[in-house]
């Protein structure tokens, strides 16, 4: 078996692709890659991945990964999903314009990306720390997206 390895830095909840060349992650790609201008980095991923166009998204504040996947799934190669985050979350605005921004992407079929939103549940805090209690890094079985959330006090209720 043939063995192919990328001097790019990234993790695979950092990257979602559609299969026919138009790939998708947040900018914590150019901060994984010192030394990099961001153009080599784009260049890298499209040349590595035999991507057409790649879309960097700014990643989200209160996220220790920095992951595309904490706020946007693909869900095939015409729909993402894309979190809606509670009014008053401080990237509330910005995933609004990431999901306005998704959805002028083209597709390999000529129109441009559906986007479905998910609710997601209010970030938790405590004393100084911050982080949300779901992502949209989901798995997908018989039509069907299964979206994860943490359980942590206080519980959520229905």
């Given at each position: 078996m043939n063995f192919y390895e990328s001097a790019i830095h990234t993790e695979g909840g950092n990257y979602m692709s559609d299969g026919h060349g138009t790939g998708?992650?947040?900018?914590?790609?150019?901060?994984?890659?010192?030394?990099?201008?961001?153009?080599?980095?784009?260049?890298?991923?499209?040349?590595?991945?035999?991507?057409?166009?790649?879309?960097?998204?700014?990643?989200?504040?209160?996220?220790?990964?920095?992951?595309?996947?904490?706020?946007?799934?693909?869900?095939?190669?015409?729909?993402?999903?894309?979190?809606?985050?509670?009014?008053?979350?401080?990237?509330?605005?910005?995933?609004?314009?990431?999901?306005?921004?998704?959805?002028?992407?083209?597709?390999?079929?000529?129109?441009t990306f559906n986007v479905v939103r998910c609710p997601m549940p209010p970030a938790y805090t405590w004393w100084i720390y911050h982080y949300y209690k779901s992502f949209l890094n989901s798995l997908i079985v018989n039509g069907k997206v299964l979206v994860p959330i943490y359980s942590t006090e206080p519980a959520l209720t229905a």
């Open positions: 998708m992650c947040s900018s914590v790609i150019y901060e994984s890659n010192p030394g990099w201008s961001q153009a080599q980095v784009r260049q890298n991923m499209m040349d590595y991945l035999g991507l057409s166009s790649l879309h960097v998204y700014q990643y989200i504040t209160w996220d220790m990964t920095g992951h595309i996947d904490l706020w946007g799934k693909m869900l095939n190669d015409t729909t993402v999903m894309v979190a809606q985050m509670q009014p008053g979350d401080p990237n509330y605005n910005l995933v609004e314009q990431h999901a306005a921004a998704i959805a002028q992407v083209p597709t390999v079929y000529g129109g």
